[in-house]
């Protein structure tokens, strides 16, 4: 059996299965790209929630494992070379598990599937979450429009280039990919936790609209919206 108690993290959060993918988490558009790549690979886990509402993600033993505060985050008994390996920013755990598991990132079209992956990452994720704070959260009460248009113009302009890329195609590379599991769920976001879809554009973005329905119908899709569990 694994031995995590070098890790501090393991302190507020301890191992229920001391051999499975420790994973931080909580149900949110980063959050959820993890447990939903753990479902999909079949990987074992042994998911923890951060609780925003208590700050967990600033205490020392979180921040012990990543030291921006953010969640996702994983600790993994089993890395490379058999030793422990602790990892967060939800883009390379995405290439790590695919990596880990041989899925999800296939070689003929890896660098295809990392490009989707960065504009994600860098892109899309970005401008949705900005969008969402001046829209719908905090930042509504500021009167100067310009903060807003700014990213609802570019969150625009960023569906337009998916639609165009999804033409013909059901998903962003090809074949299923991480790629999809960082994209899908800054979609659903978008449409259903932001609700900015009216004021971008999506209902005249076809393949965007088919491409969301597409991926919160796979079943490990759904399970993982739910990881991890309240
Ligand atoms: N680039 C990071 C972003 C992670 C991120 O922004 N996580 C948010 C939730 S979606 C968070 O932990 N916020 C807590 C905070 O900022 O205190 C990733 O993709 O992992």
């Known amino acids: 059996m694994s031995d995590l108690s070098a890790f501090p993290i393991t302190r507020r959060w301890p191992p229920r299965k001391p051999d499975a993918i420790q994973l931080y988490s909580l149900p949110t558009p980063n959050g959820v790209k993890i447990g939903i790549a753990l479902e999909e690979m079949g990987l074992d886990y042994d998911a923890h929630r951060v609780k925003f509402s208590r700050n967990d993600q600033t205490s020392p033993e979180f921040l012990s494992l990543n030291p921006n505060n953010k969640i996702p985050a994983i600790l993994d008994p089993h890395g490379p070379n058999g030793r422990p390996l ?5 883009g390379a755990i995405l290439i790590y598990l695919a990596e880990k598991s041989g899925q999800f990132l296939p070689s003929a079209n890896r660098y295809e599937v990392l490009q989707w992956l960065m504009f994600q990452m860098g892109g899309l994720g970005p401008m949705v979450g900005q ?6 959260f905090a930042g509504k009460e500021i009167e100067d429009p310009r903060p807003k248009e700014r990213y609802r113009a570019e969150t625009a ?30 979609l659903r976001g978008l449409r259903d936790f932001y609700k900015v879809g009216d004021i971008t554009g999506l209902a005249e973005c076809h393949n965007v609209e ?3 329905d597409r991926f919160l119908a796979r079943p490990a899709v759904q399970r993982g919206l739910l990881v991890p569990a309240a």
Do not use: N, Q
């Open 157 to 186: 302009r960023l569906l337009k280039v998916l639609d165009t890329a999804l033409e013909g195609r059901a998903w962003i590379a090809g074949d299923y990919s991480i790629a999809d599991m960082a994209i899908g769920p800054w």
């Open 210 to 212: 088919k491409y969301i």
């Open 86 to 90: 602790a990892l967060f920013e939800s």
């Open 131 to 136: 969008l969402g704070f001046f829209h719908a």
